[in-house]
């Protein structure tokens, strides 16, 4: 059981290039999340899904778009890379709506990405 | 509209004394709320969660938190802290809806 795995770990780029941050879980969780810290925070809701298909905005989306074709994966793209957007990525999952469910959150590992 | 706030954005103990870390949350219904942990450089580690059952939830490593309704708060706490107990806490509250918040974070401090 894996869980809830990101990648890359790191990652470099360059002012206005694109790129996507992969995020998958096998858990069969219906809500995933991804989120953003930045150093000496806490962290920042960008984009959620509660389940195949469906999205929508968290505190801080501008900049990124998601998409849910699966309910495994939910990659997070960067479109024209901003170095405000110099960040750690944690991506997350949860099971809702279940007794035995609990709402445990469980997170990747995260992605430490800079833009330079 | 649900909101965490942790009363300090850090705390340094000795090694072998107590720890708290606070916590108060607003939240329009009946919270489930979470302590996490996270070292440096690491990912995110549930340490406990609240979710409607004993007000006393005790966690791994000898942490333990308290729901107090009246206060609205959900501090953490550790009878005796340890060296590898130095890392950031996250205090997270969720509601019945989807969105879940974090507080900005305590970094705790361990002193020999």
């Known amino acids: 059981n894996a869980g809830v795995t990101q990648t890359p770990k790191f990652r470099i780029l360059k002012i206005g290039q694109s790129m996507t941050l992969q995020c998958t879980q096998d858990m069969n969780h219906n809500y995933m999340y991804w989120y953003r810290q930045d150093p000496g925070m806490g962290l920042k809701l960008i984009y959620y899904s509660v389940g195949a298909g469906i999205t929508d905005k968290g505190e801080v989306p501008n900049g990124y778009n998601v998409s849910r074709s699966t309910t495994e994966d939910f990659p997070l793209r960067l479109e024209l890379a901003a170095p405000s957007q110099t960040s750690v990525y944690f991506c997350?999952?949860?099971?809702?709506?279940?007794?035995?469910?609990?709402?445990?959150?469980?997170f990747g590992e995260g992605s430490w990405l800079t833009v330079v | 509209a649900q909101s965490v706030t942790q009363l300090d954005s850090h705390v340094s103990v000795s090694e072998g004394t107590p720890v708290l870390l606070r916590c108060n949350y607003s939240s329009s219904y009946s919270p489930s709320l979470f302590w996490y942990v996270q070292h440096p450089n690491k990912g995110l580690q549930l340490l406990l969660k609240y979710t409607s059952a004993a007000t006393l939830v005790k966690g791994i490593n000898g942490f333990e938190a308290e729901f107090k309704k009246s206060e609205t708060s959900f501090h953490l706490t550790k009878p005796s802290a340890h060296m590898s107990d130095a890392a950031e806490y996250f205090c997270v509250v969720s509601d019945r809806g989807f969105k879940t918040i974090f507080g900005a974070g305590t970094r705790l401090f361990v002193k020999a």
């Open positions: 997350a999952s949860r099971l809702i709506g279940t007794p035995s469910s609990g709402n445990t959150i469980y």
